[in-house]
């Protein structure tokens, strides 16, 4: 009988371990994850799940009625509250994010219904432009919806046989990978890659000839687009003549501006899309 009882208590005191065990596992921070840079988190709270995304986009609430998508490096986090902590309120947890943001130079883009329960802030630090969500539900844990906002880097270029065969059946070929700064016409180093594709089409056909056609959005006069338009051609074929060997007298640039859409400038996913350099066939 002696002997049932000690089997059962250590029976009893092993589950209880493994009970204890689970619990401080199950509140560490998730594998990988880390407070964003801009906040810390709220007290006795640990990381349940973290998502890291190089480039996304998330439409934030800015009206009762309006929205805006904001494109570039993306975290969500969700939060989940410790043992034994009094559970702050969801104003409390709101209040606290407004208030980090405000203390940082930022501001309160938009506040739901329920105070603090939903809050949209915008930070911008050291060229740096990061929005956030959070949301708190009440039942000890929130999350985190995080945007750095960025334009996305360029992994995929047309190479030399596409845009061949490009111009061959359109006339013309279309290219994404060839960087600006807003409202300037210097050709940025990340459109190496595209540039060297040009250069080698130009060395594989010597007898193609193309007009090298700077495109914008609407955004701005239709002035200031049409001289940025050709200064952008221009810089191009240069920079090809100067830097990849090409010969400039091959091509010739042209600045059409806002003028030839390929989608509409109403959003900017279209304008996006109308901000481009254009080949082509002479």
Known sequence: MKKKHLMSAIFMLAGLFVLTTFKAMAQNDAEGSK???LFTRMPGYHIYRYDDLQFDQYEFRTGHEKTQVVQGHSLFIIYDANDNIQI?????IGTNYINA????????V?????PGEDVVVKVVKNTMETWA?????????????????????QDVVADASTMNKSIRESGKATLYGIYFDTGKADVK?????ALQEIAKLLKEDASLKLFVVGHTDNVGTLEA???LSQ???????????TSYGADASRLKPCGDGPTAPVASNDHEDGRKLNRRVELVKQ
Not at 189 to 193: D, G, I, L, W
């Open 35 to 37: 407070d964003p840079a």
């Open 88 to 92: 702050p309120s969801p104003l409390q």
């Open 101 to 108: 943001a405000k203390s940082v130079g930022g501001q309160l």
């Open 110 to 114: 938009y506040e739901f219904q329920d």
């Open 133 to 153: 969500y959070v949301s708190a539900n009440g039942n000890g844990s929130y999350s985190v919806r995080l945007i750095e906002k960025q334009a996305m880097k």
């Open 189 to 193: 180093p990340e459109s190496k890659a």
């Open 225 to 227: 687009n049409m001289k």
């Open 231 to 241: 200064e952008r051609a221009a810089a191009v074929v240069n920079a090809l003549a």
